[in-house]
């Protein structure tokens, strides 16, 4: 059935969908391949790049270390109680993300989200195979191939976050890799394969709930793609004359009373329909519905399948240069545009409550996550009593605790440290694995993962253990320099009295 257009006017004819959507050029296509060239560099380059930590430590720039239960980014090393900076950071996301939505609707669906990106990806493979081959058996075969190849790389490429980049390939081909590994590649392949070269526009039109959470975001000041049906309609053949409104543009009108404005606008409202032997601008060529990646018709106005890319905008200019028209038949525009001011340019409220208020909690979330980067702990310690049982009295009288002792840092040189309690006259510390002498001090070498796991053992001589409970101090330094690195405050049991 034809689609009607918009105002009851004609129908349009039907429109032949094809199965890859046409190729286009113009601003927005520019826009959109340099973004999805930047994008898929970063996601398949990152692993690969290189970051000196020192020996022992993984040379990747970004690596999710998942024995080690740490997130390397160049610099910065993150570890689980850091969850708070990671939060903060998908707050900014989100803010920032519903920021862009009501200023200018559906621009990250458009240009930025992953399904869109490889879908693209996907699609400019297709139209390459096409004008290589040509359609038929070679072409359909051609094309499986390569989307399993690229669904394939994306696999690969996700899982070098997680395992040295470099070595990935080798380990496995070899057989060498854990088992998860390729349990990873093989999921990811799949998902893209499914998603990128079948569902594709589906997962935007019925798969993603952002669509659904867009109408709450939009306002009559958002900035949508828009087709101008003042100056496009009634549609009709190249051939069929233009409107004389639009051959014979009006000359500028001296600015009149406001009340005379609400008149004029009445009387251009009330006016009578154009005549079918005339046309407006859009000629029904169908141009923007061939190159949509989801197939939408814009002139039946805005539409939850719409995201926002404008690569019908550049199709439409292109053909309006054909025509000697001018572009802007579909253009971003606002819903509280002028209806029939469809040659002005748009005009924009940048400074609504909404758009602030996004703002302002993506701007306060970033610093929070900011802050968090800044302040991070170089060094971490733990020291935990064991409580099973609280204290052990040895032959000659003395009081031993026992303690876990886990310490973490993220500090470059950092191989030693020294331990001592305050609070205890006369306490004596060792490690459970050492088999040195209890001592008032008690040296410790850090392994080049930079953590340490050991048991700490506290004795106190009989006179001097306390009757029940007795607070104590385990202070951490550096050996080299002396420098305090932690003091952790905890507690000694002694026998009661």
């Given at each position: 059935?034809?689609?009607?257009?918009?105002?009851?006017?004609?129908?349009?004819?039907?429109?032949?969908?094809?199965?890859?959507?046409?190729?286009?050029?113009?601003?927005?296509?520019?826009?959109?391949?340099?973004?999805?060239?930047?994008?898929?560099?970063?996601?398949?380059?990152?692993?690969?790049?290189?970051?000196?930590?020192?020996?022992?430590?993984?040379?990747?720039?970004?690596?999710?270390?998942?024995?080690?239960?740490r997130l390397l980014v160049f610099g910065l090393e993150f570890w689980p109680q850091d969850l708070p900076i990671a939060v903060g950071m998908l707050v900014f996301g989100a803010m920032a993300?519903?920021?862009?939505?009501?200023?200018?609707?559906?621009?990250?669906?458009?240009?930025?989200?992953?399904?869109?990106?490889?879908?693209?990806?996907?699609?400019?493979?297709?139209?390459?195979?096409?004008?290589?081959?040509?359609?038929?058996?070679?072409?359909?075969?051609?094309?499986?191939?390569?989307?399993?190849?690229?669904?394939?790389?994306?696999?690969?490429?996700?899982?070098?976050?997680?395992?040295?980049?470099?070595?990935?390939?080798?380990?496995?081909?070899?057989?060498?890799?854990?088992?998860?590994?390729?349990?990873?590649?093989?999921?990811?392949?799949?998902?893209?394969?499914?998603?990128?070269?079948?569902?594709?526009?589906?997962?935007?039109?019925?798969?993603?709930?952002?669509?659904?959470?867009?109408?709450?975001?939009?306002?009559?000041?958002?900035?949508?793609?828009?087709?101008?049906?003042?100056?496009?309609?009634?549609?009709?053949?190249?051939?069929?004359?233009?409107?004389?409104?639009?051959?014979?543009?009006?000359?500028?009108?001296?600015?009149?009373?406001?009340?005379?404005?609400?008149?004029?606008?009445?009387?251009?409202?009330?006016?009578?329909?154009?005549?079918?032997?005339?046309?407006?601008?859009?000629?029904?060529?169908?141009?923007?519905?061939?190159?949509?990646?989801?197939?939408?018709?814009?002139?039946?106005?805005?539409?939850?399948?719409?995201?926002?890319?404008?690569?019908?905008?550049?199709?439409?200019?292109?053909?309006?240069?054909?025509?000697?028209?001018?572009?802007?038949?579909?253009?971003?525009?606002?819903?509280?545009?002028?209806?029939?001011?469809?040659?002005?340019?748009?005009?924009?409220?940048?400074?609504?409550?909404?758009?602030?208020?996004?703002?302002?909690?993506?701007?306060?979330a970033l610093g929070f996550s900011g802050y968090g980067m800044a302040t991070l702990a170089q060094v971490s310690v733990h020291v935990e009593p064991q409580r099973n049982p609280p204290f052990?009295?040895?032959?000659?009288?003395?009081?031993?605790?026992?303690?876990?002792?886990?310490?973490?840092?993220?500090?470059?040189?950092?191989?030693?440290?020294?331990?001592?309690?305050?609070?205890?006259?006369?306490?004596?510390?060792?490690l459970g694995t050492q088999d040195l002498p209890a001592a008032d001090v008690v040296r410790v070498a850090i392994g080049s993962d930079r953590t340490l796991d050991e048991r700490l053992l506290?004795?106190?001589?009989?006179?001097?253990?306390?009757?029940?409970?007795?607070?104590?101090?385990?202070?951490?330094?550096?050996?080299?320099?002396?420098?305090?690195?932690?003091?952790?405050?905890?507690?000694?049991?002694?026998?009661?009295?």
């Amino acid at each position: 059935m034809p689609a009607t257009t918009l105002q009851g006017l004609a129908p349009s004819r039907a429109i032949a969908r094809p199965d890859i959507p046409h190729a286009v050029r113009g601003r927005f296509r520019r826009i959109k391949t340099a973004l999805t060239g930047l994008m898929l560099g970063l996601y398949f380059l990152t692993p690969w790049l290189r970051w000196e930590r020192g020996e022992g430590l993984p040379g990747q720039a970004v690596l999710f270390d998942l024995p080690g239960r740490r997130l390397l980014v160049f610099g910065l090393e993150f570890w689980p109680q850091d969850l708070p900076i990671a939060v903060g950071m998908l707050v900014f996301g989100a803010m920032a993300l519903f920021f862009a939505t009501t200023l200018a609707g559906r621009v990250w669906c458009g240009f930025a989200c992953p399904q869109t990106v490889w879908s693209d990806l996907f699609f400019a493979v297709d139209r390459l195979i096409v004008r290589l081959v040509g359609k038929g058996a070679s072409e359909r075969r051609l094309r499986t191939l390569a989307w399993v190849l690229l669904a394939l790389a994306t696999g690969v490429g996700f899982t070098a976050y997680f395992i040295d980049a470099p070595s990935l390939p080798g380990l496995l081909l070899t057989g060498q890799a854990p088992a998860i590994a390729y349990a990873t590649v093989l999921v990811l392949t799949g998902t893209t394969w499914l998603l990128a070269a079948y569902a594709r526009e589906r997962v935007c039109l019925h798969m993603c709930p952002w669509p659904r959470f867009q109408a709450a975001l939009l306002d009559r000041q958002s900035l949508v793609v828009t087709y101008q049906d003042g100056r496009g309609e009634p549609r009709g053949r190249r051939r069929t004359p233009l409107r004389p409104d639009l051959a014979q543009p009006a000359p500028a009108a001296p600015a009149a009373p406001a009340l005379m404005g609400l008149v004029a606008q009445a009387v251009a409202f009330s006016a009578p329909a154009p005549s079918p032997s005339l046309r407006g601008d859009c000629i029904d060529c169908t141009r923007c519905v061939t190159v949509c990646p989801t197939g939408v018709d814009i002139r039946r106005g805005l539409q939850m399948g719409c995201i926002g890319c404008g690569l019908c905008i550049d199709a439409c200019n292109e053909v309006m240069v054909k025509l000697d028209r001018p572009e802007g038949l579909i253009r971003f525009d606002v819903e509280s545009a002028p209806r029939r001011s469809f040659l002005a340019p748009p005009r924009v409220d940048w400074l609504r409550p909404k758009a602030l208020a996004f703002g302002l909690a993506a701007l306060l979330a970033l610093g929070f996550s900011g802050y968090g980067m800044a302040t991070l702990a170089q060094v971490s310690v733990h020291v935990e009593p064991q409580r099973n049982p609280p204290f052990v009295q040895l032959s000659d009288g003395s009081v031993r605790n026992d303690y876990a002792l886990r310490l973490a840092h993220r500090r470059a040189g950092l191989a030693r440290v020294v331990l001592h309690a305050e609070g205890l006259e006369g306490a004596l510390l060792r490690l459970g694995t050492q088999d040195l002498p209890a001592a008032d001090v008690v040296r410790v070498a850090i392994g080049s993962d930079r953590t340490l796991d050991e048991r700490l053992l506290v004795v106190l001589p009989a006179r001097a253990a306390p009757s029940g409970r007795r607070d104590v101090t385990v202070v951490v330094s550096e050996a080299d320099t002396g420098e305090e690195l932690a003091r952790i405050p905890t507690y000694f049991w002694g026998p009661e009295r």
